[in-house]
T-cell receptor, first 114, second 111 residues
Framework: NAGVTQTPKFRVLKTGQSMTLLCAQD?????MYWYRQDPGMGLRLIHY???????AKGEVPDGYNVSRLKKQNFLLGLESAAPSQTSVYFC?????????????FGPGTRLTVL | AQSVTQLDSQVPVFEEAPVELRCNYS??????LFWYVQYPNQGLQLLLK??????LVESINGFEAEFNKSQTSFHLRKPSVHISDTAEYFC?????????FGAGTTVTVRA
């Protein structure tokens, strides 16, 4: 049982490049989330999904897109990276009827945009 | 939306001394409360949680937190810290199925 995994662990991009971060979970959780972590700001929700085929905006969605084509995967895309998107990105999953608000986190992806 | 305030951004502490990390949240309705810990270069791990029942909750490694509804607080304490407790600690409150996080408190334990 791997829990929540994220690919890649590290990435360096140049301004304007695009990339996709992959999150996978093997706990059969319905809900999945993407956060970004910046110093002194805690974790801020980018986008989330409450089930396969659904997505919704969080607190800081601008510059990001997401897709949830399969229940176990949640992809985060940056179409045209900007230095302000330099951050650590965390994926999480949950199933509120069972996990009662608790979320399970992946190890993170450290992204640097030059 | 909920808001969470962690009153201390940095807490230096000597080994075997007590530590308290303060957390206040905005909601007056029933909530679930969490403390997550992030060790250097790692992801977030659940430390403890309050869902209902006893207002004092404990973790397996000696931390405890007390839910105070009237003061909307969920402070985290440990009576004697170890070097290995050096980490960043996040308080979070659930809002339906989403979590709102505080800005985090960095605890540095010195010998």
């Amino acid at each position: 049982n791997a829990g929540v995994t994220q690919t890649p662990k590290f990435r360096v991009l140049k301004t304007g490049q695009s990339m996709t971060l992959l999150c996978a979970q093997d706990m059969n959780h319905e809900y999945m989330y993407w956060y970004r972590q910046d110093p002194g700001m805690g974790l801020r929700l980018i986008h989330y999904s409450v089930g396969e085929g659904t997505t919704a905006k969080g607190e800081v969605p601008d510059g990001y897109n997401v897709s949830r084509l399969k229940k176990q995967n949640f992809l985060l895309g940056l179409e045209s990276a900007a230095p302000s998107q330099t951050s650590v990105y965390f994926c999480a999953s949950s199933y509120p009827p069972q996990t009662l608000g608790e979320q399970f986190f992946g190890p993170g992806t450290r992204l640097t945009v030059l | 939306a909920q808001s969470v305030t962690q009153l201390d951004s940095q807490v230096p502490v000597f080994e075997e001394a007590p530590v308290e990390l303060r957390c206040n949240y905005s909601s007056s309705v029933s909530v679930y409360l969490f403390w997550y810990v992030q060790y250097p270069n790692q992801g977030l791990q659940l430390l403890l949680k309050y869902l209902s029942g006893s207002t004092l909750v404990e973790s397996i490694n000696g931390f405890e937190a007390e839910f105070n509804k009237s003061q909307t607080s969920f402070h985290l304490r440990k009576p004697s810290v170890h070097i290995s407790d050096t980490a960043e600690y996040f308080c979070a409150v659930s809002d339906d199925y989403k979590l709102s996080f505080g800005a985090g408190t960095t605890v540095t334990v010195r010998a």
